[in-house]
């Protein structure tokens, strides 16, 4: 079966720090891989999808950025947070192509100070 | 654009029934529903597909109306563990991104 971790589970950091984010999933190959924001009481914002290695797309210019170095790694990182970063983000992948759900990670509850 | 919820909040009794409605402005491939609980992830319920094809859990329903582009979910009978948070998202292609709803908020009382 798959299932898809992420860490850390929750994360304290002063304006103006870097960020890293991990994502991974086990038991599934070639998955899109999408990294969301939720603000608290809000819906969720897609901010990157990835249907390959080394392919990403942006959907909201921020100064957030992502990678995926490997098939079923996805890497969320900022070089400096704003205070609007904080939220509780979400790591969810899926079998290629629209035609099928998406299976979130437990998520990372992020706070800038 | 995002989709549109409707309602914002539902309250209701064990037992009884309700129903949530998305609406898109735009042409959809996919509708998907999921449900989230207050401090976890979203859970996926429904995908509902342009052509007619769905797939979901059994015990929930939906539709998809593809002229009107607008999607509901109807909660029958029902119980304590259908409180939560419901998302719509709308697929608009077939890679897979979604734009989700603000969501609508249920609560289901004993």
């Known amino acids: 079966s798959q299932t898809i971790h992420q860490w850390p589970a929750t994360l304290v950091q002063p304006v103006g720090s870097p960020l890293s984010l991990e994502c991974t999933v086990e038991?599934?190959?070639?998955?899109?891989l999408y990294w969301y924001r939720q603000a608290a009481g809000r819906g969720l914002q897609l901010l990157f999808y990835s249907v390959g290695i080394g392919q990403i797309s942006s959907e909201v210019p921020q100064n957030l950025s992502a990678s995926r170095p490997q098939d079923r790694q996805f890497i969320l990182s900022s070089k400096k947070l704003l205070l609007s970063d904080s939220g509780f983000y979400l790591c969810?992948?899926?079998?290629?192509?629209?035609?099928?759900?998406?299976?979130f990670g437990p998520g990372t509850r992020l706070t800038v100070l | 654009q995002q989709p549109v919820q409707s309602p914002q909040a539902v309250i209701l009794r064990e037992g009884e029934d309700a129903v949530i409605n998305c609406s898109s402005s735009?042409?959809?491939?996919?509708v998907h529903w999921y449900r989230q609980k207050h401090g976890e992830a979203p859970v996926f319920l429904m995908i509902l597909l342009k052509g007619g094809e769905q797939k979901g859990h059994e015990k929930i329903s939906a539709s998809f109306n593809e002229k009107k582009q607008q999607s509901s979910l109807y909660l029958t009978a029902s119980q304590l563990s259908y409180s939560g948070t419901y998302f719509c998202g709308q697929g608009t292609d077939s890679w897979g991104k979604l734009q989700f709803g603000a969501g609508t908020q249920v609560v289901v009382t004993p």
């Open positions: 969810a992948w899926s079998l290629t192509s629209g035609r099928n759900e998406q299976f």
């Open positions: 735009k042409a959809l491939y996919s």
């Open positions: 038991g599934t190959s070639n998955p899109n």
